[in-house]
């Protein structure tokens, strides 16, 4: 594989500061793409900014450096890009692919997650209303590089997904699917935790005649209680003089095994080793990873 045929990306979201789990999924991504010379793009996803943390963006930007990560072309954010996003909504609801929903949350209790087409047919107004995408009555899958064969039937399993919210901000499906395709984006290398979402994402691409990237999904770092580490449950921001250290336990949840000579190396060195190492083959085929058991 060489270099034009292969464009990752990394798109933190600035709801927190970059955390040890968000540094294994950039860690990932970023060794996948430059193992075969390809480019590693950076795009925040800015799409909900009440959840947005003041200073987070500057944060990561500058955690992602100092950590000796170097991305390719500008930085895109997602808040540039709302006229497309609305455009492709008003197209879909012309064609009849979308519709609006004034369903509330309680409304929805006890429907597990999967919604039950209340709005479908009741031709609501778009003002004041969520907007969700219809979906078929098939099942999608794919074949993730770590993870294996996923599948999962979008009407039994999730129903009519949301594309814009009541509020009025944007999906994180549908920006996703549109900016991954807008930047050619080849290798979609992210966290676990958006395996279920992938299958929405296809029916999507297909949708909209986009191309379908290849898809690695990475074990998702836990902490001690159980949780996701992540955004949600206020994980520390990674600190930077611990660059080294933490990189080599990132590599170590990856599988990749790193030599004791590089304890003491510098970030970009490391990296650099990592690079040549890099063997996406040994990533655990799991969907979540103990943070204990990496220290």
């Given at each position: 594989m060489n270099a034009p045929s292969y464009i990752g990306r990394f798109a933190p979201t600035p709801s927190g500061y970059l955390h040890f789990g968000s540094l294994v999924a950039a860690l990932a991504s970023y060794l996948d793409a430059r193992a075969v010379g390809g480019r590693w793009l950076l795009r925040i996803e800015d799409l909900d900014p009440p959840r947005e943390v003041p200073g987070a963006q500057d944060a990561i930007l500058k955690t992602l450096e100092t950590y000796g990560f170097e991305w390719d072309g500008e930085l895109v954010r997602q808040s540039q890009r709302h006229a497309e996003y609305a455009a492709l909504i008003e197209r879909l609801l012309d064609q009849g692919l979308a519709y609006a929903c004034t369903c509330s949350r309680k409304q929805l209790e006890g429907y597990?997650?999967?919604?039950?087409?209340?709005?479908?047919?009741?031709?609501?107004?778009?003002?004041?209303?969520?907007?969700?995408?219809?979906?078929?009555?098939?099942?999608?899958h794919f074949n993730d590089r770590v993870q294996g064969e996923y599948r999962q039937h979008l009407n039994q399993e999730v129903g009519d997904f949301v594309i814009r919210r009541r509020d009025g901000l944007f999906a994180y499906q549908l920006a996703v699917v549109l900016d991954d395709a807008w930047q050619g984006i080849t290798d979609v290398v992210r966290g676990a935790d958006l395996l279920d979402s992938t299958p929405r994402q296809l029916y999507l691409q297909e949708l909209l005649g986009l191309p379908q990237p290849r898809y690695l999904h990475v074990p998702l770092i836990l902490q001690p209680d159980g949780h996701k580490l992540g955004k949600s449950y206020r994980s520390p921001p990674l600190p930077a003089d611990q660059a080294t250290a933490l990189l080599i336990r990132g590599l170590h949840a990856l599988g990749q095994r790193v030599p004791s000579e590089l304890e003491e190396a510098r970030a970009p060195e490391l990296l650099s080793w990592a690079t040549r190492h890099w063997d996406a083959g040994l990533i655990p085929c799991r969907r979540t990873l103990d943070e204990a058991q990496l220290r």
């Open positions: 597990h997650g999967i919604y039950p087409g209340f709005c479908r047919e009741a031709g609501h107004a778009t003002h004041d209303a969520a907007i969700r995408l219809r979906v078929p009555n098939a099942a999608y």
